[in-house]
């Protein structure tokens, strides 16, 4: 909302009588009405009954209640145009005419359009909003550039517009007149500024064209008041007339596109623009997140809401909104050949992008239906329910965008302008921006979240590190990617927003009926929403012995062997309860292997292998690289994501890796493709990593080179999709973040096998099941480690249903056949012992002999008093620091360098750094630490970050003298002692440790060995 607008448009409008309407609704008992008025009255939910309406016609809601209608805008429909069509004379008419020649001769894009028309008699037939945008040619951005200069010696407007409460601005389709399309990209207490949509309206040389304020002297089409309060971001406007501002320059066209920016002052104001009609949407449920935003039933990005409740944001709770999701616009007028685009996108590469908005939510209402749909959830197949179907897809695909938007971190289209820049390290920034605005971006953004930063010469892309309100700032640092690791902040004024969420095939409305009753995916979804739990079917009428089929042979224990067998023989689910240590990557790489040589026999599908990060995928691609001779394997990463990917989590199976050899096959000749778009493609991608010279290319990539100095940059989805034609990999391996973009490549899959399950969103799994329904499928994680990470912004059904815990659900309830892998191969007997005892109820068998695991110890007396006991407590009495929410530890950090150093340089017996991970408990802790060890290849990380992996030797970094809470998680100790295969030193305050469960056992056990020091 505009601070200058005091009273609401008139879709806020709030009928005075709705309230009473409930309280004097005699078929609602006395709770139900206290309910609703108390909810209504207080939260202020904005919605509207007409009476006429409601007697006429049935607004009962599928259970029978009567449901409140939802307040639809009044002034959708198009109102009469009176677009004022103007017709130039005299000098104005002279100065517009020579304004066109030169603007037609020195735009550089006049060259990629072979048909301009010198005249605009021509008028838009355009029916809808769409049409209007594929039909914008190139002379009308002329035309509206030579305008300008006539314009530029006008007056401007001096009378102030009124403001009213309703009806203040009007949408239309058809535009006859000379004009430009923009967009709302920023909202001001007293302005709007707009971008133009089109890159021709500015080009290169007319920057002051690119961004334009609307104020309270704007007028609009068959308005005559201010719209100021009126527009929302993503809003398109068809600007018909502009006048100068007090920036005005003295003469046009000396202002390069690149030093505009929507935060430095704006040329032009629009004096006359037309609002073009909205994309709506009615009656569409949505949930609050725990920031402010929503999810919608819908769409799969987030939606803002333009005026929230009262009393924050409800949990659980359904509601049914009205809005409107805004249109995209082509970068470029109508009119280009795909080849000409893409030159045209290659000229352009370096002019800054900005995010397109999300979706607005004007009015909405509480829906006692759907809410009662989305408490039932998980129960919808085990009570009696007459669409439980209906309840499976929605709280399905709340969950999945929740969990998406999290993921991405896209949850605000603003851009902000950055203060206090600084270039601290090679690959870190630290920035300001104003914490103001609704909503307040300290709600918005998050760590982890990709950011765009905008430069004069490119935009630069990074990962935020660390966010911190102080007063009325948003602190940051971030990451920068690779590939941007030379960028500087050299412009006057930098802008950053959010990364757009990327284009993937997630849930969409209606993708439960797409899934064929009787299927593996519908009995697995049914199960898990209550309904009949999956048997065992097989049989176990034969003795097959699996093995590992690398170079020397592996035979499989009786565990692994029966959950090979329970995949291969078509179970739709198997659940594999896999302890740390327990073989399982060698477990799913064999049961892949044998899935895809049967699949040549009947059909050649695909096995899909999940994990769920790119880190832990490492050994999973490890493993099964032994048998590629035999097997085509790939493991697919985004090119973006593998950019920012260190050098230890990069393999030789990655998807950029593996693309380079094929492609260099066509773009040097030694195999011919015909559609030569896909070889330029090729070319530009191997080109672009200096893997080959234009001179070493066949003929048509040198002609095309030669002939287009500015390319565009290549399509790596376009890519992606000619290496799956081309390689026709039969084992896929990504993670969960990355299945909306790899789903789509896939053709035929038979199985698919979750890794590290007890941390699978049950988001992903779902989204897998409605794609394959007929694959069977293994959870292969350990319960009794981390759950699945979820942002604090997803709680309450929405974490249930989107993150969920999976696993630990199925196991608990036996929803699927199950098979534990006992045999521990990474830990000492004794670190298995005594985890057993306290995790896992002694179910585990130590797989490996104690002097398999202890040679450091046997070697290293000086450090080690007895190599019979793999874990050393060191005591630091020194209490941890407070660091804003986290904590700290100086002399820790001090312990640490002195052990690496004594483990890393001992004549006696040396570790390689590589094979030592320190792990913290506060990531304030492991900050301090990378920044010390940073010339060496150790592994740092949270506990979070390093389930999945194993070391040698593992340091455990406790920080606080205090065990609280989540340091006395279970779980959380389990992941931290179960990651070292020979010993574990534990840094921390004994008295503290003796206090805490699990803790004191291992102190106790350490002090009975004579492993402690003080």
Same mark, same amino acid.
């Given at each position: 909302?505009?601070?200058?607008?005091?009273?609401?448009?008139?879709?806020?409008?709030?009928?005075?009588?709705?309230?009473?309407?409930?309280?004097?609704?005699?078929?609602?008992?006395?709770?139900?009405?206290?309910?609703?008025?108390?909810?209504?009255?207080?939260?202020?939910?904005?919605?509207?009954?007409?009476?006429?309406?409601?007697? $006429?016609?049935?607004?009962?809601?599928?259970?029978?209640?009567?449901?409140?209608?939802?307040?639809?805008?009044?002034?959708?429909?198009?109102?009469?145009?009176?677009?004022?069509?103007?017709?130039?004379?005299?000098?104005?008419?002279?100065?517009?005419?020579?304004?066109?020649?030169?603007?037609?001769?020195?735009?550089?894009?006049?060259?990629?359009?072979?048909?301009?028309?010198?005249?605009?008699?021509?008028?838009?037939?355009?029916?809808?909003?769409?049409?209007?945008?594929?039909?914008?040619?190139?002379?009308?951005?002329?035309?509206?550039?030579?305008?300008?200069?006539?314009?530029?010696?006008?007056?401007?407007?001096?009378?102030?517009?009124?403001s009213i409460g309703h009806s203040a601005v009007h949408q239309f389709v058809k535009m006859d007149g000379d004009h430009a399309i923009y967009r709302v990209i920023l909202v001001k207490s007293d302005k709007y500024i707009l971008m133009a949509c089109h890159m021709n309206t500015h080009a290169f040389h007319r920057?002051?064209?690119?961004?334009?304020?609307?104020?309270?002297?704007?007028?609009?089409?068959?308005?005559?008041?201010?719209?100021?309060?009126?527009?929302?971001?993503?809003?398109?406007?068809?600007?018909?007339?502009?006048?100068?501002?007090?920036?005005?320059?003295?003469?046009?066209?000396?202002?390069?596109?690149?030093?505009?920016?929507?935060?430095?002052?704006?040329?032009?104001?629009?004096?006359?623009?037309?609002?073009?009609?909205?994309?709506?949407?009615?009656?569409?449920?949505?949930? +609050?997140?725990?920031?402010?935003?929503?999810?919608?039933?819908?769409?799969?990005?987030?939606?803002?809401?333009?005026?929230?409740?009262?009393?924050?944001?409800?949990?659980?709770?359904?509601?049914?909104?009205?809005?409107?999701?805004?249109?995209?616009?082509?970068?470029?007028?109508?009119?280009?050949?795909?080849?000409?685009?893409?030159?045209?996108?290659?000229?352009?590469?370096?002019?800054?992008? #900005?995010?397109?908005?999300?979706?607005?939510?004007?009015?909405?209402?509480?829906?006692?239906?759907?809410?009662?749909?989305?408490?039932?959830?998980?129960?919808?197949?085990?009570?009696?329910?007459?669409?439980?179907?209906? /309840?499976?897809?929605?709280?399905?695909?709340?969950?999945? =965008?929740?969990?998406?938007?999290?993921?991405?971190?896209?949850?605000?289209?603003?851009?902000?302008?950055?203060?206090?820049?600084?270039?601290?390290?090679?690959?870190?920034?630290?920035?300001?921006?104003?914490?103001?605005?609704?909503?307040?971006?300290?709600?918005?953004?998050?760590?982890?979240?990709?950011?765009?930063?905008?430069?004069?010469?490119?935009?630069?892309?990074?990962?935020?590190?660390?966010?911190?309100?102080?007063?009325?700032?948003?602190?940051?640092?971030?990451?920068?990617?690779?590939?941007?690791?030379?960028?500087?902040?050299? !412009?006057?004024?930098?802008?950053? &927003?959010?990364?757009?969420?990327?284009?993937?095939?997630?849930?969409?409305?209606?993708?439960?009926?797409?899934?064929?009753?009787? &299927?593996?995916?519908?009995?697995?979804?049914?199960?898990?929403?209550?309904?009949?739990?999956?048997?065992?079917?097989?049989?176990?009428?034969?003795?097959?012995?699996?093995?590992?089929?690398?170079?020397?042979?592996?035979? *499989?224990?009786?565990?692994?062997?029966?959950?090979?067998?329970?995949?291969?023989?078509?179970?739709?689910?198997?659940?594999? !309860?896999?302890?740390?240590?327990?073989?399982?990557?060698?477990?799913?790489?064999?049961?892949?292997?044998?899935?895809?040589?049967?699949?040549?026999?009947?059909?050649?599908?695909?096995?899909?292998?999940?994990?769920?990060?790119? +880190?832990?995928?490492?050994?999973?691609?490890?493993?099964?690289?032994?048998?590629?001779?035999?097997?085509?394997?790939?493991?697919?990463?985004?090119?973006? =994501?593998?950019?920012?990917?260190?050098?230890?989590?990069?393999?030789?199976?990655?998807?950029?890796?593996?693309?380079?050899?094929?492609?260099?096959?066509?773009?040097?000749?030694?195999?011919?493709?015909?559609?030569?778009?896909?070889?330029?493609?090729? %070319?530009?991608? *191997?080109?672009?990593?200096?893997?080959?010279?234009?001179?070493?290319?066949?003929?048509?990539?040198?002609?095309?080179?030669?002939?287009?100095?500015? @390319?565009?940059? #290549? !399509?790596?989805?376009?890519?992606?999709?000619?290496?799956?034609?081309?390689?026709?990999?039969?084992?896929?391996?990504? @993670?969960?973040?990355?299945?909306?973009?790899?789903?789509?490549?896939?053709?035929?899959?038979?199985?698919?096998?979750?890794?590290?399950? $007890?941390?699978?969103?049950?988001?992903?799994?779902?989204? /897998?099941?409605?794609?394959?329904?007929?694959?069977?499928?293994? *959870? /292969?994680?350990?319960?009794?480690?981390?759950?699945?990470?979820?942002?604090? &912004?997803?709680?309450?059904?929405?974490?249930?249903?989107?993150?969920?815990?999976?696993?630990?659900?199925?196991?608990?309830?036996?929803?699927?056949?199950?098979?534990? *892998?006992?045999?521990?191969?990474?830990?000492?007997?004794?670190?298995?012992?005594?985890?057993?005892?306290?995790?896992?109820?002694?179910?585990?068998?130590? %797989?490996?002999?104690?002097?398999?695991?202890?040679?450091?110890?046997?070697?290293?007396?000086?450090?080690?008093?007895?190599?019979?006991?793999?874990?050393?407590?060191?005591?630091?009495?020194?209490?941890?620091?407070?660091?804003?929410?986290?904590?700290?530890?100086?002399?820790?950090?001090?312990?640490?360098?002195?052990?690496?150093?004594?483990?890393?340089?001992?004549?006696?017996?040396?570790?390689?750094?590589?094979?030592?991970? /320190?792990?913290?408990?506060?990531?304030?802790?492991?900050?301090?630490?990378?920044?010390?060890?940073?010339?060496?290849?150790?592994?740092?990380?949270?506990?979070?970050?390093?389930?999945?992996?194993?070391?040698?030797?593992?340091?455990?970094?406790?920080?606080?003298?205090?065990?609280?809470?989540?340091?006395?998680?279970?779980?959380?100790?389990?992941?931290?002692?179960?990651?070292?295969?020979?010993?574990?030193?534990?840094?921390?305050?004994?008295?503290?440790?003796?206090?805490?469960?699990?803790?004191? @056992?291992l102190v106790n056990e350490a002090e009975r060995f004579g492993c402690m020091r003080y």
């Amino acid at each position: 909302m505009l601070e200058e607008s005091s009273s609401l448009p008139e879709f806020f409008d709030i009928p005075e009588s709705s309230c009473e309407e409930l309280e004097g609704n005699s078929s609602m008992s006395q709770e139900s009405r206290f309910v609703q008025i108390f909810e209504f009255k207080n939260m202020k939910f904005h919605y509207f009954r007409d009476e006429a309406e409601s007697s $006429s016609e049935d607004n009962s809601s599928p259970n029978g209640k009567k449901e409140i209608r939802p307040f639809i805008p009044r002034h959708n429909h198009e109102y009469e145009n009176r677009e004022f069509i103007e017709i130039l004379e005299g000098a104005e008419k002279d100065v517009f005419d020579e304004a066109l020649k030169l603007e037609s001769l020195a735009h550089p894009f006049s060259e990629y359009y072979e048909n301009i028309k010198s005249t605009g008699n021509d008028y838009n037939l355009a029916m809808n909003i769409r049409a209007l945008f594929d039909n914008y040619p190139h002379y009308k951005a002329l035309r509206f550039m030579a305008k300008s200069h006539v314009w530029f010696r006008r007056a401007p407007p001096t009378e102030i517009l009124p403001s009213i409460g309703h009806s203040a601005v009007h949408q239309f389709v058809k535009m006859d007149g000379d004009h430009a399309i923009y967009r709302v990209i920023l909202v001001k207490s007293d302005k709007y500024i707009l971008m133009a949509c089109h890159m021709n309206t500015h080009a290169f040389h007319r920057g002051d064209l690119r961004f334009v304020e609307v104020n309270n002297r704007t007028k609009t089409n068959a308005s005559p008041y201010s719209c100021l309060g009126h527009l929302a971001l993503g809003d398109l406007v068809a600007v018909s007339e502009l006048s100068i501002t007090e920036e005005m320059p003295t003469t046009l066209g000396n202002m390069d596109v690149y030093s505009a920016t929507p935060e430095t002052p704006c040329v032009w104001m629009v004096k006359m623009m037309t609002l073009l009609k909205r994309q709506t949407f009615e009656n569409v449920p949505f949930s +609050f997140l725990g920031n402010g935003s929503v999810v919608a039933l819908k769409w799969g990005q987030v939606l803002n809401v333009q005026i929230p409740p009262m009393y924050g944001y409800p949990q659980n709770v359904i509601f049914l909104g009205n809005g409107f999701i805004p249109e995209k616009v082509p970068e470029f007028a109508s009119g280009l050949d795909e080849e000409q685009h893409d030159l045209l996108l290659g000229l352009t590469r370096n002019i800054s992008k #900005y995010p397109w908005s999300t979706g607005t939510i004007f009015s909405y209402e509480y829906s006692p239906y759907f809410t009662s749909q989305f408490d039932l959830g998980h129960r919808a197949h085990a009570i009696p329910n007459p669409d439980p179907d209906g /309840v499976v897809e929605l709280c399905a695909l709340m969950g999945a =965008t929740a969990v998406t938007a999290v993921l991405v971190g896209n949850f605000d289209c603003r851009s902000f302008r950055m203060l206090e820049t600084a270039k601290v390290a090679q690959n870190l920034i630290s920035f300001t921006i104003e914490n103001t605005g609704y909503p307040q971006p300290y709600q918005l953004w998050k760590a982890n979240a990709r950011i765009v930063i905008s430069n004069s010469k490119t935009d630069a892309e990074a990962t935020i590190s660390t966010v911190f309100l102080v007063g009325g700032l948003l602190k940051f640092t971030a990451i920068l990617s690779p590939e941007y690791y030379d960028f500087q902040f050299t !412009d006057k004024i930098h802008m950053v &927003s959010q990364k757009e969420m990327p284009e993937g095939e997630g849930l969409r409305d209606g993708f439960l009926e797409k899934i064929p009753d009787g &299927s593996n995916g519908k009995r697995i979804i049914e199960a898990l929403y209550g309904g009949y739990p999956i048997v065992d079917e097989t049989t176990e009428d034969d003795d097959v012995t699996y093995y590992f089929p690398g170079t020397d042979r592996i035979v *499989l224990n009786e565990f692994q062997n029966e959950y090979v067998s329970k995949l291969l023989k078509k179970t739709p689910l198997t659940l594999a !309860d896999s302890p740390f240590g327990s073989g399982k990557s060698m477990t799913i790489a064999t049961a892949a292997y044998y899935a895809a040589r049967e699949s040549r026999l009947w059909g050649n599908s695909q096995q899909l292998l999940v994990t769920q990060s790119n +880190f832990a995928s490492v050994n999973l691609v490890d493993i099964t690289k032994r048998y590629t001779k035999k097997c085509r394997v790939v493991r697919y990463v985004p090119l973006n =994501t593998w950019m920012e990917l260190s050098e230890g989590s990069r393999t030789d199976l990655d998807l950029p890796v593996m693309m380079r050899p094929l492609f260099m096959e066509y773009v040097t000749g030694r195999k011919f493709h015909s559609n030569s778009r896909y070889l330029f493609e090729m %070319a530009k991608y *191997l080109k672009e990593f200096k893997l080959i010279e234009v001179e070493q290319m066949e003929k048509r990539c040198q002609t095309y080179f030669r002939e287009n100095t500015f @390319t565009s940059k #290549y !399509d790596f989805d376009r890519l992606t999709r000619l290496f799956f034609t081309f390689y026709q990999p039969q084992i896929v391996i990504t @993670t969960s973040d990355c299945l909306r973009n790899v789903l789509p490549m896939l053709h035929e899959v038979s199985t698919v096998q979750f890794d590290e399950s $007890s941390q699978m969103p049950e988001s992903a799994l779902i989204q /897998v099941l409605s794609m394959f329904p007929y694959a069977c499928f293994g *959870l /292969v994680g350990d319960i009794r480690q981390l759950p699945p990470y979820c942002d604090y &912004s997803v709680v309450g059904h929405l974490k249930m249903y989107g993150v969920g815990n999976t696993m630990e659900r199925a196991c608990r309830g036996d929803l699927f056949p199950r098979v534990v *892998l006992r045999y521990v191969y990474r830990c000492h007997p004794v670190t298995t012992k005594i985890l057993g005892s306290e995790f896992y109820g002694r179910n585990l068998l130590s %797989a490996v002999k104690e002097e398999d695991r202890n040679e450091f110890m046997r070697s290293r007396p000086d450090l080690w008093q007895n190599p019979k006991f793999p874990i050393m407590v060191l005591n630091n009495n020194t209490p941890g620091i407070r660091d804003l929410t986290s904590m700290h530890n100086p002399v820790e950090v001090t312990i640490v360098s002195y052990l690496i150093d004594a483990l890393t340089s001992s004549p006696l017996y040396s570790i390689h750094p590589s094979n030592i991970g /320190v792990i913290s408990f506060y990531k304030a802790q492991n900050d301090r630490l990378l920044q010390v060890l940073a010339d060496k290849p150790v592994k740092c990380g949270t506990v979070d970050s390093f389930q999945g992996t194993e070391k040698e030797i593992i340091i455990v970094c406790c920080t606080n003298e205090v065990i609280n809470g989540f340091m006395a998680m279970p779980n959380r100790i389990n992941v931290a002692m179960s990651r070292a295969k020979q010993a574990t030193f534990i840094i921390g305050n004994v008295s503290g440790l003796r206090m805490a469960i699990h803790w004191s @056992t291992l102190v106790n056990e350490a002090e009975r060995f004579g492993c402690m020091r003080y």
